[in-house]
């Protein structure tokens, strides 16, 4: 018997058990580092840009695509314009969580539109799709 899963969650790798079948099989691969997604108290865990990582200005893309962003952390300076694409067929946006130096809230936007958001303000911003924020949450660190 095959049992094929899908849906929104965390990419992060937990093990777990299941009352609903007595065999079960790992598929997991090691070649990628899977994103933290929401830890167990319902928080998200965001990344951190790496301090190596280039401070990118101008116009800067962020895709949304198979209900991930990529890239899902970035270091800007201010002035920097972002854009995101959605490359799905469902609805996403763009929401910066309370207390980032910028506020981010697109409102929904479909397949093949985007938002842009030009930051102003030095710090970290934190955002996430809220229709999906397991897989889609983000980090925006904005140097002066």
């Known amino acids: 018997m095959t049992v094929t899963v899908a849906g929104c969650g965390s990419s992060k790798s937990e093990s777990s058990s299941s009352s609903a079948s007595s065999t079960s099989s790992s598929t997991a691969s090691s070649s990628h580092k899977p994103k933290e997604g929401i830890i167990p108290n319902g928080k998200i865990n965001y990344a951190s840009p790496s301090s190596s990582a280039p401070v990118q200005s101008g116009i800067v893309k962020v895709k949304?695509?198979?209900?991930?962003?990529?890239?899902?952390?970035?270091?800007?300076?201010?002035?920097?314009?972002?854009?995101?694409?959605?490359?799905?067929?469902?609805?996403?946006?763009?929401?910066?969580e309370p207390?980032?130096?910028?506020?981010?809230?697109?409102?929904?936007?479909?397949?093949?539109?985007?938002?842009?958001?030009?930051?102003?303000?030095?710090?970290?911003?934190?955002?996430?799709?809220?229709?999906?924020?397991?897989?889609?949450?983000?980090?925006?660190?904005?140097?002066?």
């Not at 198979?66 to 854009?83: A, C, S, Y």
């Not at 958001?117 to 397991?134: D, S």
């Open 64 to 96: 949304y695509h198979e209900i991930t962003i990529e890239p899902d952390t970035l270091r800007v300076k201010t002035g920097t314009t972002i854009e995101w694409v959605n490359e799905d067929p469902v609805e996403h946006n763009v929401t910066s």
């Open 99 to 144: 207390g980032s130096p910028d506020k981010l809230a697109s409102g929904n936007f479909g397949e093949g539109h985007t938002f842009r958001f030009t930051v102003t303000k030095p710090g970290v911003i934190h955002y996430k799709c809220t229709n999906h924020p397991a897989t889609m949450n983000g980090t925006i660190e904005v140097l002066s």
